[in-house]
């Protein structure tokens, strides 16, 4: 089974490191980053899809994705 993630947070470090975390856990990056402007927190955003492709488990929406 393929799992897909988008992960998402502030413009600094900690955005960062949150990509990386999932990287060393397995999960691949997928397409190019994302970087917008969030009028409400009048801040920058980045935002990355990743995939993981998990043998002998079953979808459920109840899964919790960063788990794997």
């Given at each position: 089974?393929?799992?897909?993630?988008?992960?998402?947070?502030?413009?600094?470090?900690?955005?960062?490191h949150?990509?990386?975390?999932?990287?060393?856990?397995?999960?691949?990056?997928?397409?190019?980053?994302?970087?917008?402007?969030?009028?409400?927190?009048?801040?920058?955003?980045?935002?990355?899809?990743?995939?993981?492709?998990?043998?002998?488990v079953?979808?459920?929406?109840?899964?919790?994705?960063?788990?794997?």
């Amino acid at each position: 089974m393929k799992l897909y993630r988008f992960l998402t947070g502030p413009d600094d470090s900690s955005f960062c490191h949150k990509v990386t975390a999932a990287l060393n856990k397995g999960w691949l990056l997928h397409g190019s980053p994302t970087y917008a402007y969030d009028p409400e927190t009048k801040t920058m955003r980045c935002g990355q899809a990743v995939y993981k492709e998990v043998d002998s488990v079953e979808y459920s929406p109840d899964m919790k994705l960063g788990e794997y």
